[in-house]
């Protein structure tokens, strides 16, 4: 039999501790679906973990790295916020296709002109755009009281078909010969989010993503406004005595959280994906949760899961090429990464004795 | 204009429409009133996504590997209730958070399915027959609207009212909502809390399954990756929609239906309006809906069990 007793406060060893364990149970439990599926599971754990980082081409997909990072990194730091204060903004990936929208209309718009403004006016505009697009539930929620979980993943679809419609009509590149798609933004050179050292991967979403982890964690660390937000999560009565207006802590988290994955979008479109098409929405913003639970809603946490989980983008491709595993095979890893996760965090929340509990 | 043209409307055949409509509310309903067992409970579910999407790959498969459509359906509940399963698992348990551990469920059950419906994309699942009313199908009107489906249209609107009954007049309905209003009173008067939940969650996995495999087998019928876009996680603001009341749920559903039929009708009508627009309107329909209720319930009494999402841990 076994017994749970609830710490008195979570325990800073297994904070740290589960996500490891997190990682090593999925390498596990992921080894047996690779086998299941006929797979060598050494070599795919390999191929996925080890080969991207020290195989011999790894110069070239340490690259990668960073440009898949990116965009997941500046979502999860926008999300982690309003997730430690209770808010649940999960539909970071409507945020991120609405901001490439912007960005990419506004480009489009000025279109052949080349200016240095374009390029700022683009990045405003993406997190115009993210930030409108995360008020919506978040009015709704303040307003009406409706859940701000389902509106903002009922508008992930609204934004998904929003998109087709723009690569399909508004934003079709008249000189495309009757492809759907926009222009190729990495052909306008004012509007062309580059790489800023050769090689590296890094552009300017990648820093964006260094700035709003520098930028949370000054927040939650260093400013009464991150106190509020802790204590909204932590003790929502508490809260609202302590002079926490709930509808404005509703706006500022859905709003930020909108306005970084509209960034993030309006930085793909202009850099690494250069256009808008029907398929741009690739699931970012859906794994970019999963960054903000591994990295424990802390700044340095999702700098590492976001890298963790770039690899397992970037060894998933690599694994698809050489062994013929399956795309959604990867999909399937991260979720039972989240699983191993909030499964394990019980040891974070409880002490675990084992033997009968005398009553 | 004959008989068999039926009425008309802009170009849009109102009889075939009203048709339609019980077919594509059916899923819907059916993952609707499951995860409304679970709220009951108390238990928050926000995996009925996943558990659909598993119940589509499960019934799609079992249908086509034995050729028996009956076969795939009791697949589909099994694979939707081994989800959540899981999920029960991990929020009851090991104590996990439920909206995150709902979004794993929904992000696995995503990935699983298509790793597992690789083998399956293009074949054609053996057709499920309707059900031979007689004479009432053959009704003018009536018949082809009410009296020409197959028996899972007819068991989805009986478990409403089985559902209702249940939840109303039964000793067993009573505990269960016992356990979703006050999970620490139902547990100092003797009932298993987590044994309660869990069967209501592993019911309401069963029938999200059930209207995922509803979705391959009948709707489309055939297996594409993704293919519940959206339709778990309308069945959950169905839910608020019907303010946990199953006979609203029922309303709710067969509106929601309603919108997609029209929509699907409208894009097929050929008007000159974009068909990314139309698609559209199913979900925001569903956020006007949310908005509307949510709205009225604000100064009433609280529709939500009161311990809906709440972590249970006997101490004792």
């Not at chain 1, 690569?167 to 759907?180: S, V, Y």
């Not at chain 1, 005595?241 to 930020?256: D, E, K, M, N, Q």
């Not at chain 1, 970084?260 to 850099?271: D, S």
């Not at chain 2, 609203?248 to 029209?262: E, K, P, S, W």
């Amino acid at each position: 039999m076994i017994t749970l007793i609830a710490r008195p406060a979570p325990s800073r060893f297994w904070a740290w501790a589960t996500p490891v364990l997190a990682v090593l149970a999925t390498m596990i439990a992921g080894g047996v679906l690779f086998a299941i599926l006929g797979k060598d599971p050494l070599e795919a754990i390999r191929v996925i973990f080890w080969d991207p980082l020290f195989g011999a081409n790894a110069g070239y997909f340490r690259g990668q790295l960073f440009i898949k990072a990116g965009p997941l990194i500046l979502i999860a730091a926008g999300l982690a916020v309003g997730f430690r204060a209770g808010i649940w903004n999960i539909g970071a990936e409507g945020q991120y296709i609405v901001g490439a929208l912007c960005g990419a209309s506004v480009a489009l718009a000025a279109y052949p002109a080349q200016s240095v403004l374009i390029f700022p006016a683009m990045v405003l505009a993406g997190a115009l755009g993210g930030w409108a697009w995360g008020m919506i539930p978040a009015l709704l929620k303040t307003r009406f009281g409706a859940s701000e979980i389902l509106v903002s993943l009922m508008l992930v679809y609204v934004a998904q078909n929003l998109l087709a419609w723009a690569a399909f009509g508004p934003l079709k590149n008249p000189q495309g010969f009757g492809f759907p798609g926009s222009r190729n933004l990495q052909q306008y050179p004012s509007a062309h989010n580059i790489e800023l050292i050769a090689g590296s991967g890094i552009h300017w979403g990648v820093m964006a993503g260094f700035a709003a982890l520098i930028g949370t964690y000054v927040l939650m660390n260093r400013h009464i406004a991150g106190f509020r937000i802790q204590v909204a999560g932590d003790a929502p009565k508490a809260a609202r005595f302590a002079g926490v207006a709930p509808a404005r802590l509703v706006a500022f988290c859905l709003g930020l959280s909108g306005a970084l994955a509209g960034l993030a979008g309006m930085f793909e479109v202009a850099g690494p994906s250069g256009q808008i098409t029907d398929s741009f929405g690739a699931g970012y913003g859906f794994t970019a949760i999963i960054v903000a639970f591994l990295g424990r809603l802390n700044p340095v946490g999702i700098l590492l899961a976001g890298l963790l989980m770039a690899l397992t983008y970037i060894g998933g491709d690599m694994a698809q090429l050489m062994l013929q595993l399956p795309a959604a095979a990867i999909q399937v890893f991260q979720g039972m990464l989240l699983f191993f996760l909030l499964g394990f965090d019980l040891l974070t929340n409880y002490t675990v004795k084992w033997g009968w509990a005398r009553a | 204009m004959g008989m068999g043209a039926g009425m008309m409307l802009g170009g849009i055949d109102l009889v075939a429409l009203a048709a339609m409509l019980m077919v594509a509310s059916t899923p819907i309903l059916l993952a609707a009133t499951g995860e409304l067992i679970a709220e009951k409970a108390g238990v928050l579910n926000l995996g009925v996504e996943g558990m659909m999407i598993m119940g589509a790959i499960g019934g799609f498969a079992g249908a086509v590997l034995t050729g028996s459509p009956a076969v795939g359906f009791v697949a589909g509940a099994i694979s939707g209730a081994l989800m959540a399963l899981l999920f029960g698992f991990l929020t009851q348990v090991l104590l996990s958070n439920q909206v995150a551990t709902g979004l794993a469920l929904t992000l696995f059950g995503l990935g699983l399915s298509a790793l597992i419906g690789k083998g399956f994309e293009g074949v054609r699942p053996p057709a499920t027959g309707k059900l031979d009313l007689g004479a009432l199908g053959d009704l003018p009107v009536l018949g082809p609207i009410l009296f020409r489906h197959d028996w899972v249209v007819y068991f989805s609107l009986g478990l409403v009212v089985a559902v209702w009954l249940f939840l109303h007049l039964s000793r067993s309905g009573l505990i269960l909502r016992a356990v979703g209003e006050n999970h620490e009173a139902a547990h100092a008067l003797g009932y298993r809390v987590v044994a309660v939940r869990m069967g209501a969650l592993a019911f309401g996995g069963a029938l999200a399954g059930l209207g995922g495999a509803y979705l391959s087998l009948v709707r489309v019928p055939q297996w594409t990756e993704g293919m519940t876009t959206g339709a778990g996680w309308i069945a959950l603001a169905i839910v608020v929609f019907g303010s946990w009341r199953v006979e609203r749920v029922l309303l709710g559903a067969y509106l929601f239906g309603g919108v997609t039929v029209l929509q699907l009708r409208l894009q097929a009508a050929g008007y000159a309006i974009p068909v990314q627009l139309l698609s559209m309107a199913p979900y925001v329909i569903t956020i006007v809906a949310l908005v509307i209720i949510s709205a009225r319930h604000r100064h009433g009494a609280q529709a939500a069990p009161a311990a809906l999402g709440r972590i249970f841990h006997a101490s004792r």
